[in-house]
């Protein structure tokens, strides 16, 4: 009995045993289910930091500041798949805030909807969750512009911002190519409709209603458009043929001509009705009014045979003439024109709005005539109004000026007057620069730059500004016009990796523009300038400054319309603020760099591409070049240009381009300030993109938008991942501004 218990006891232990060894199992099966359920943790932080800049509303629940499973734990709006968050959908929560600033790293998220809510107040962040299909701000209070980094989202299917106060459209819409609904309604965006919608192949829906576009909506002929609504704006023109059969249009509360637009001016056609071509003038239904009566009397005749028929004979001849006179006149008019420019190497008139077309080409000589168009062909008076046109004296040239075909500031400045309520910055006075500078005393002079000096100015409110007076009457003949067209250039500039103007004076023969003030100085002295006061820069934030110069390239480059070349790229004009954010300063300034003093300095022949030595001709690719020798700056710690060196050490991109490939030159070559503080893989992708920026030959040089991606690729890689949202919207940095791998 006593065994048979113990047996029992013994199994009854075994079963035990066994229970708890599964139990133990289990538990370790739920805790690894757990774990590969856990959301990715670059989502966990985005949403995190959403929350937070949401101000934390109580109805979003399950949400909160840190950590959290947004996917294990179904927090409120957010579908997953996987441990990858692919929506978000908070439409109508009453949300105040705004979006969050490392919301790319979401970049499984297909679908943002937080619309109707409150959220805005300044501009939407453009670090932007990059594959989105859906993107729905639509009823919130979002001011500012319309972030640049749309134009990368290649995917995006769905665009709503209507219902805003939005006021600037920097997105270039050439890769949209996917989009099908486009709403811009009920905002406050002027000017004319971007060209580059008409890139938009797949566009259905475009709602552009109740804002002050001006110009007219030829842009949008070629699209596919059924629904369109451009009403309550300040549009002109013609209606495209195209566009009237689109089954829903509305485009009422303009000013459209009810006619579709006109392959020549429609002066004629209102004077006399359409007629059938007579035989003895086939086709021609462009008449002079004159011929068109002397047509009319002939074809009428009822009165006599003979009459009618020799007043049709002589209205054929006398328009056979004017016709020959016509030809004539253009033949004479384009060998007149394409002999005068070849002898001045300078065409046309914007003022005028001639026909002539001239592009410059690299070699520094121009096309001949590209087109010629006649206003009103067989009309004399139209005829003498162009010849004329065609053969006024081009205006005045400057002869130091250097052009390339992709540099949009070959066109002589000049033309209209600048509305200057379209100016987007503060209009100082010379007093109050003067007594924000103390008279711009020496002791608040901070630097001297190509283009001027440089002061420190505080302004009553406490707001620090860098002042920079610009001497432009040695220059130009109308300083004052151009000053004022220079300012709405550089107004327009909105990137947060540029120098931000703040204002502008014009006034008694001072030209002043006023920028945010950055407490770091710039990048040249922070590397070059030990006085015993700034930080070795980390390797971190050597490739964040990087990362965002180059955003600012790719953004003068690919996004602004017309392009912007920066033409001085350097150290000293790269900008650092109490974070080592990069703010890249002088863009807008390129119609004052060709300049022989500026072209022959030692500090800036570091920088020149070898095509500008030899022929001064810029480009975005001499950009480019200069961009790599920064690159190279902030690798090495070394001056683009040191005399103090050994003459083969003298030129950094002659020194250093031969070791980049070099895995052992290359640890020589590194700063020593590091000491040795850097992963190995990050330097070597690095120095290939470097070794691709300063190549010799302009046309093996990548674009901007490469560049950024190679280094966007090197942070991902080496776990970087918070220098990627690392920008002038981003405030949330540990004390030193640094980042651990």
Not at 410 to 418: E, G, H, L, M, S
């Amino acid at each position: 009995m006593a065994k048979a218990s113990l047996g029992w006891f013994r199994q009854a232990s075994g079963m035990a045993s066994v229970s708890f060894t599964g139990a133990v199992m289990l538990l370790m099966a739920t805790a690894f289910l757990g774990v590969t359920a856990d959301t990715t943790s670059d989502d966990v932080t985005a949403l995190n930091t959403f929350y937070t800049t949401l101000n934390s509303p109580s109805p979003l629940t399950n949400w909160v500041a840190q950590n959290g499973d947004p996917c294990g734990q179904s927090w409120l709006g957010i579908t997953c798949s996987g441990s990858r968050v692919i929506t978000i959908k908070l439409p109508s929560m009453g949300l105040q805030g705004t979006l969050g600033y490392n919301m790319n790293i979401l970049t499984a998220l297909v679908e943002l909807d937080v619309s109707n809510n409150n959220l805005g107040g300044s501009d939407i962040p453009y670090n932007l969750p990059p594959n989105l299909e859906r993107l729905n701000l639509e009823n919130n209070s979002f001011s500012g512009t319309l972030p640049y980094s749309i134009s990368q989202m290649s995917s995006l299917k769905y665009l709503n911002i209507g219902h805003n106060q939005l006021s600037g459209i920097n997105v270039m819409f050439n890769q949209l190519t996917n989009l099908t609904t486009l709403d811009l309604s009920d905002n406050k965006f002027s000017g004319t409709l971007p060209d580059s919608l008409s890139s938009v192949t797949s566009l259905t829906m475009l709602h552009l209603q109740n804002n002050q576009f001006t110009g007219t909506i030829d842009v949008l002929s070629d699209l596919p458009l059924t629904d369109l609504n451009v009403e309550n704006n300040q549009l002109s023109g013609a209606i495209p043929d195209k566009l009237k059969g689109i089954s829903n249009l509305q485009i009422s509360g303009n000013s459209f001509s009810n006619s579709p637009a006109p392959s020549s001016p429609p002066s004629t056609a209102s004077q006399s009705p359409p007629r059938q071509p007579s035989k003895g003038n086939p086709g021609n239904s462009n008449k002079n009014p004159s011929i068109a009566s002397n047509g009319d009397d002939g074809s009428d005749g009822g009165d006599g045979g003979g009459g009618g028929r020799s007043s049709k004979v002589g209205g054929g001849a006398v328009a056979g003439i004017v016709i020959s006179v016509v030809v004539l006149g253009a033949m004479v008019a384009f060998f007149l024109i394409k002999r005068k420019s070849m002898r001045d190497q300078r065409g046309g008139d914007p003022e005028k709005n001639e026909p002539l077309t001239l592009r410059p080409i690299a070699s520094g000589k121009f096309n001949q005539l590209r087109a010629i168009s006649i206003v009103s062909p067989t009309a004399k008076e139209g005829l003498q109004k162009t010849v004329s046109m065609n053969l006024k004296p081009p205006s005045k040239i400057d002869l130091h000026k250097s052009f390339d075909e992709s540099d949009p500031t070959d066109k002589p400045v000049k033309a209209k007057k600048i509305d200057l309520s379209s100016i987007r910055a503060t209009a100082y006075t010379v007093a109050d620069l003067q007594m924000a500078t103390e008279s711009f005393s020496a002791n608040n002079l901070i630097g001297e730059g190509s283009f001027g000096r440089v002061y420190r100015a505080e302004i009553s409110d406490n707001k620090v500004l860098a002042v920079k007076k610009i001497n432009l009457s040695a220059l130009l003949s109308n300083p004052s016009d151009f000053f004022i067209h220079l300012v709405a250039k550089i107004s327009k500039l909105n990137h947060p990796n540029l120098s931000e103007l703040d204002g502008y004076c014009s006034e008694h023969g001072q030209y002043l523009l006023a920028y945010e003030f950055y407490m770091n100085g710039s990048l040249h002295d922070f590397l070059h300038l030990s006085d015993g006061y700034n930080k070795t820069l980390s390797w971190n934030n050597r490739v964040k400054i990087a990362l965002g110069s180059a955003r600012a390239l790719e953004y003068m480059h690919e996004t602004c319309s017309p392009s912007v070349i920066h033409k001085n790229f350097k150290s000293s004009n790269i900008l650092l603020d109490n974070e080592l954010n990069p703010h890249v300063s002088d863009c807008g300034f390129a119609e004052l760099i060709p300049n022989q003093e500026l072209q022959e300095s030692d500090e800036n022949s570091g920088y020149r591409a070898p095509e500008v030595t030899m022929s001064g001709q810029y480009s975005q690719k001499s950009d480019v070049y200069s961009f790599g020798v920064v690159m190279l700056e902030l690798l090495t710690g070394r001056k683009a240009f040191d005399r103090s060196q050994p003459w083969p050490q003298q030129s950094l991109v002659r020194w250093a381009t031969p070791q980049l490939h070099d895995i052992d030159a290359l640890d020589q070559m590194v700063d020593p300030a590091l000491e040795g503080l850097y992963p190995a893989k990050s330097l070597s992708r690095f120095a290939d993109a470097i070794a691709l920026c300063v190549q010799p030959e302009p046309e093996f040089r990548p674009p901007m938008s490469e560049v950024v991606q190679s280094l966007v690729r090197l942070v991902q890689r080496s776990s970087m991942g918070s220098v990627l949202s690392c920008d002038s919207n981003s405030r949330r940095y540990d004390d030193t501004g640094d980042y651990a791998f």
